[in-house]
């Protein structure tokens, strides 16, 4: 069964920084861009950012441009975000995602989802 | 960006009874080159991630029940949900994928039992 698995959210300070890793089991991503996206308590979903399938491209929300990078590693079937410079804002749930386009060059919908792993940014 | 607006906020329909879910676009999300509207929606159960329900405004995904039907071309989409069961209670989200890579969400729609 197809499954996303997000880890490494937890607790940090504003400033702070933190890595989420999102691993792949029962499906193969390598031919399929990847996301993240995130949910604020009590808020609507945000789409965070993109990477191509071949890692070849990334995209960004203009929210966190410039202090978040996405990257995957297709060998261990796993994707990251690094998020740095960190602010109470970004305190949401983030999903990991799989776009529905195979080998698609721009972000499209998404079809699988992780469960999601919750970070917060508070002193 | 393009903005998605969804109403209503949030509604509260009888078992059996047909759902109504309304999307807008602030621009058409309509690539003419294949005629294809480029919109999703999304089902959130509480608790839960996000489940795609339709893509490309009307292809129901995979296992997702025929009672969920997306609609719509250009700027104004719905997705009706034909007799509201139980399970249905959730959130639901429609996304614009026309303008990359700035993907945007409807604020959302809360479905409940009346």
């Known amino acids: 069964q197809a499954q996303l698995v997000e880890s490494g959210g937890g607790v940090v300070q504003p400033g702070g920084s933190l890595r989420l890793s999102c691993v792949a089991s029962g499906l193969t991503v390598s031919s399929h861009g990847m996301h993240w996206v995130r949910q604020a308590p009590g808020k609507g979903l945000e789409w965070v950012a993109f990477i191509r399938y071949d890692g070849s491209n990334e995209d960004y929300a203009d929210s966190v441009k410039g202090r978040f990078t996405i990257s995957r590693d297709n060998s261990k079937n796993t994707l990251y975000l690094q998020m740095n410079s960190l602010r109470a804002e970004d305190t949401a749930v983030y999903f990991c995602?799989?776009?529905?386009?195979?080998?698609?060059?721009?972000?499209?919908?998404?079809?699988?989802w992780g469960t999601g792993t919750t970070v917060t940014v508070s002193s | 960006d393009i903005v998605m607006t969804q109403s209503p906020d949030a509604l509260a329909v009888s078992l059996g009874e047909r759902v109504t879910i309304n999307c807008k676009s602030s621009q058409s999300v309509l690539y003419s080159s294949n005629n294809k509207n480029f919109l999703a929606w999304y089902q959130v159960k509480p608790g839960q991630s996000p489940k795609l329900l339709i893509y490309w405004a009307s292809t129901r995904e995979s296992g997702v029940p025929d009672r969920f039907i997306g609609s719509g071309s250009g700027t104004d989409f719905t997705l009706t949900i034909s007799s509201l069961q139980a399970e249905d209670v959730a959130v639901y989200y429609c996304q614009q994928y026309y303008t990359t890579p700035s993907l945007t969400f409807g604020g959302g729609t809360k479905v409940e039992i009346k």
């Open positions: 995602a799989k776009d529905g386009v195979l080998t698609g060059w721009e972000p499209y919908y998404m079809d699988v």
